[in-house]
């Protein structure tokens, strides 16, 4: 039979191990959750929607705030400006069917004559009916020969022979600055990788090797260089910047097959509408932005990367944060809590709402400081109470968690876009610059090397700007490639995208023009 205090040992025993199996079974269902969590965002990853829009059941609050908000704003604005006469562009949401454009009046007619069958006599003609269709012809190759003249100089003194003209942009290769634009914007913003456009010219009977387009690549680049160093001094100049990065796997030469990080960095000023990427060779650290921004006084809006805080306390700099990556934490958190998630969502939807009636509305600086001061800041308050309120009531190493910890963290930053009309609600002109890299990173998958990478941030800035000044990328390349060897350094700033007119004589005066990105 057993004593008292061997029971009592039992117990104690059982006890502890009682403990421990709670506490065991506490961790294990807390790590259940995770995978689970980490299974749905992967599933969603891979098999769900890519658009991070919030599609609200239209009876529930985000509707119903903004129906109240655009009457309530309109007469904010309307009242805000008495004796102005200023009218606001509204837009339409009749739900329409889109009409068919017309084709553009510059582009080439051929006509084609059409009388109806067995016409009967006495007929009379009153008029006629055009139906337009559109054609596509092939890209024309033709060769460019220039015959230089010799002249025999009398008694044997020498020869005479004219110079080659300067618009030839290798004079070394045979490949002229119309074909150069094709195929780098055929790879760098079309994301067509030159093994295919080798193809292409094949069908056309012309056959260059890979070994020579590449050469070519590097030295049309290289040609652009000064340009893309004068667009970088443009757009630091401006008091107000956009900064993300990327990355870009770039061949390891002392790993045969392997690959290594490199990245790309992309700063642009949405008030200039111009931007540039940088490359580094795999480093995200502070010493790279620092190398990167130099001197750089004003505004810089980013995510809430750790490495930025090394401005926040530099005179003359301020931090701007993006809600655009505080939403996506809460909306990969659907799955971990979904009635806080949907809350977070929508409360960030409303100033969402409030930017975009100021865009539809085509509001000036002070207009949108004025809506925003109105509006915006009592919204983001309380979100920042519910924040500070939910916080302690979740698992910090939650994806709920995560997000609520990230937003309060830089809360302050994402805020500071109230205070300026040219502030932007988030990141997002950053982040689509970086997208035809992306894109263009799954077709032609690496960089061969690190001067490789960093060609490709010399042409992707170019190409860049263009897109977002709505130029026309194969004509201004084409034209820029022709002038920029005998063109003046001091007046470079006139061959960048939003400076840029072509030469006269050299394209037809009807340029399509492109619409901004």
């Known amino acids: 039979m057993q004593s008292v205090e061997d029971i009592q040992q039992l117990n104690k025993e059982l006890e502890l191990k009682n403990r421990f199996l709670l506490s065991e079974n506490r961790r294990l269902e807390e790590k259940l959750a995770r995978l689970c969590d980490e299974l749905r965002y992967l599933r969603r990853t891979l098999f769900g929607r890519s658009s991070e ?116 942009p290798l004079p070394k290769s045979n490949a002229g600055s119309s074909l150069l634009a094709h195929l780098l914007v055929g790879k760098y913003q079309d994301h067509q990788p030159y093994y295919r456009q080798i193809e292409m010219l094949k069908r056309q009977g012309v056959q260059f090797a890979a070994s020579t387009v590449n050469r070519w690549n590097s030295a049309a680049i290289d040609l652009l260089r000064p340009l893309y160093d004068c667009l970088k001094k443009e757009v630091l100049r401006d008091d107000y910047i956009q900064v993300d990065e990327s990355v870009i796997p770039v061949l390891d030469k002392d790993k045969p097959g392997a690959a290594r990080k490199g990245y790309h960095w992309v700063v642009r000023a949405p008030g200039r509408d111009r931007l540039f990427f940088h490359y580094d060779k795999g480093s995200r650290a502070r010493y790279v932005i620092t190398e990167l921004l130099g001197d750089f006084k004003g505004t810089i809006q980013s995510d809430g990367y750790s490495a930025y805080d090394i401005y926040s306390e530099k005179k003359g700099v301020s931090l701007l944060g993006c809600w655009a990556h505080a939403r996506r934490k809460f909306e990969q958190s659907q ?5 806080r998630a949907k809350y977070a969502l929508e409360q960030i939807g409303k100033p969402y709402d409030i930017e975009r009636f100021a865009h539809d509305r085509c509001l000036d600086k002070e207009q949108v400081e004025r809506l925003r001061a109105d509006k915006s800041v009592p919204l ?17 190493s939650s994806k709920i968690g995560k997000a609520i910890s990230y937003a309060l963290s830089i809360y302050d930053r994402l805020c500071r876009y109230v205070s300026d009309g040219r502030f932007r609600i988030d990141n997002n002109l950053a982040e689509n610059a970086v997208r035809p890299l992306a894109l263009g990173r799954k077709n032609y998958l690496f960089c061969s090397n690190h001067q490789s990478a960093e060609r490709t941030a010399v042409i992707y800035s170019l190409l860049g700007t263009c897109r977002i000044c709505g130029v026309n990328p194969v004509i201004w390349l084409t034209d820029v490639l022709d002038r920029i060897q005998e063109h003046s350094i001091l007046r470079l700033g006139e061959l960048l995208p939003g400076k840029w007119k072509p030469q006269s004589g050299r394209f037809s005066s009807a340029i399509p023009r492109l619409s901004p990105a």
């Open 53 to 168: 829009r919030i599609h609200s059941d239209p009876n529930q609050l985000t509707f119903d705030f903004y129906a109240s908000l655009a009457g309530s704003l309109d007469n904010a604005v309307e009242n805000s400006l008495p004796g102005t006469g200023m009218s606001f562009r509204k837009t339409s949401s009749t739900g329409r069917r889109p009409i068919r454009k017309p084709l553009p009046d510059y582009l080439e007619r051929r006509s084609e004559i059409k009388e109806p069958e067995n016409l009967p006599e006495g007929v009379r003609y009153i008029g006629q009916e055009t139906t337009e269709i559109l054609e596509y012809i092939p890209g024309i190759l033709y060769v460019r020969e220039i015959i230089r003249k010799k002249y025999a100089l009398k008694n044997g003194e020498g020869i005479i022979i004219g110079s080659l003209p300067g618009n030839i």
């Open 335 to 339: 799955g971990n809590d979904p009635p």
């Open 380 to 396: 983001l308050e309380s979100l920042r109470i519910w924040l500070q309120e939910n916080y302690p009531k979740v698992l910090p």
